[in-house]
Structure formats: structure tokens, C-alpha cells
């Protein structure tokens, strides 16, 4: 009987694992991994067995009773067996699922911590989650609740939203409801901590006018302190292929 290693990937390219997760692949007999996990990783593990057992929204997905088995399935034939997860695997990773699998298998198992996906839009933007005597306190949320509802809440300085990019009008209104003037800024990221990243700037109320930008990509939703622009805010380079995306949303929202 082997063990399970969790390794967190990071929500984007490949080079936001840590050291200790790329240690973790280099070691594996077979990797079981999430669907927006970057494929060059693959390169840190050339010597294991990769299996697809990813999830994404709206789609076709792995069971999770599946994964749970084969989680234990491949511990109790190998060493050492990664399951690699997008972001970090503690945040809305369906961590917890796995390791009761494992453990009434009764097989070990170690969690590698990694970037989520809130850090790397804040980095992205260059705008801080928390800032100081202004923006104590920080909540990450799911805006769709395992029953298929869309909530929103107002119970911290920042909230940023997971999994909310089909729905950026029905959030608009139930922010508004939560508690969250009309005039609130919003950031929207999507892809974060990926080269084609895309993000722009809304109020509450105009919220839904990000839809079309982001149609089709992972997005977080940052509202509050944390989506203000800093008042001096450093140059930052963005790609030309930001531009292009951000110029043709403008002509569609027209």
C-alpha cells in the first residue's frame, strides 16, 4: 500500500507550483488530475501514468464518487500517487471528500499547499486583498451553492466570488440585495495567474456588462476594498491580446 499526495498546481501556469509540489510529481507512479491543471506539468512527471479525472462546470465530469475510488484503487497498487488540483486544493477543491476516501482505506496521505485563485487575480491586478485601516477582513466564496442557487453575502470588507462567470447579472442583483451599494467597485478576472488572463472594472450595478468579456473562462469576482485601484498604481504591462479582447467587449456592450 502507497500513499496519496495532494499537490495544489495553482490556478494558471505551470511555474505558480511550489517547489515542494514539483517535488511531489517527480516522485509519482500515476497522477490524477484536474481538468484546468496547465499540461506542461506533465514535464515535472514524465515517468507517470496521467489520468484525467477533471470536473468542470456546465460539462461533462468525473463523478466524484469515482475519483474517491480511484484515488484508493491506485494507492493500493502504487508507492506514490498524486492528485494534482487546480488552485489550492483546501479552496472549494472537494478536499475534504478525498481524504475521508483515504482514510477509511485506512491509506496515508500529505496535502501540498498552493495559490488559489483570489491571490492570483489580487496579484494580477496588483491590488492588495486586505489593505491597511481600510480592508480587515477577506471572504471566498462559491456563488453557486451545491443546490444550483446563486447567493451573494456581504460579511466581509472584501468578497471575492468562485465559479460566478455564467451569472455576473443575477450576482449584480443579488450583491445589491446582500447589503452592497449600487456604486461598489467590482473586479472581474478570468484565467488568473494564466497568460492570457483578461480582467476589467465594474460597479455592482453595471456588473453584467463583464459577460461578454469573460464568456467561457473560469472567472473570480473580487467586490469592496480589495477591487479599488491603488491611487498611485504601478505601470503594468498587459499583452496585446487583452487589449484586443477588452476593445471588442467595449463594441459588443455599445
Wanted: hydrophobic residues 45%.
Amino acid at each position: 500500500m502507497g500513499r496519496v499526495i495532494f499537490v495544489s498546481a495553482g490556478p494558471g501556469a505551470a511555474d505558480l507550483i511550489t517547489l515542494r509540489g514539483a517535488r511531489a510529481l517527480a516522485q509519482a507512479e500515476v497522477v490524477l488530475f484536474d481538468a484546468l491543471t496547465d499540461p506542461a506539468l506533465r514535464e515535472l512527471a514524465p515517468q507517470a501514468q496521467w489520468m484525467d479525472v477533471g470536473k468542470r462546470g456546465f460539462c461533462d465530469s468525473t463523478a466524484q464518487a469515482a475519483i474517491n475510488a480511484a484515488l484508493v484503487k491506485q494507492a493500493l497498487v502504487h508507492q506514490c500517487v498524486v492528485r494534482l488540483k487546480g488552485g489550492d486544493a483546501s479552496i472549494f477543491g472537494r478536499l475534504e471528500e478525498e481524504l475521508d476516501a483515504l482514510a477509511v482505506a485506512g491509506i496515508e496521505s500529505e496535502v501540498v499547499p498552493g495559490v488559489t485563485a483570489a491571490i492570483a487575480a489580487a496579484a494580477q491586478l496588483q491590488r492588495p486583498l486586505t489593505r491597511r485601516g481600510a480592508g480587515r477582513s477577506v471572504s471566498l466564496t462559491t456563488a453557486m451553492t451545491r443546490d444550483g442557487d446563486l447567493q451573494a453575502q456581504r460579511s466581509a470588507d472584501t468578497e471575492v466570488f468562485y465559479m460566478a462567470g455564467r451569472q455576473l447579472g443575477a450576482l449584480a442583483r443579488k450583491l445589491q440585495e446582500a447589503g452592497w451599494p449600487a456604486g461598489t467597485p467590482v473586479a472581474v478576472v478570468s484565467r488568473a495567474g494564466c497568460s492570457d488572463a483578461l480582467s476589467s472594472d465594474h460597479r455592482v450595478a453595471d456588473l453584467a456588462a463583464a459577460a461578454m468579456l469573460h464568456r467561457g473562462r473560469p472567472t473570480v469576482v473580487t467586490v469592496g476594498v480589495g477591487a479599488k485601484p491603488l491611487r498611485k498604481p504601478a505601470l503594468a504591462r498587459q499583452s496585446p491580446l487583452i487589449d484586443r479582447a477588452q476593445a471588442s467587449a467595449a463594441k459588443v456592450n455599445d
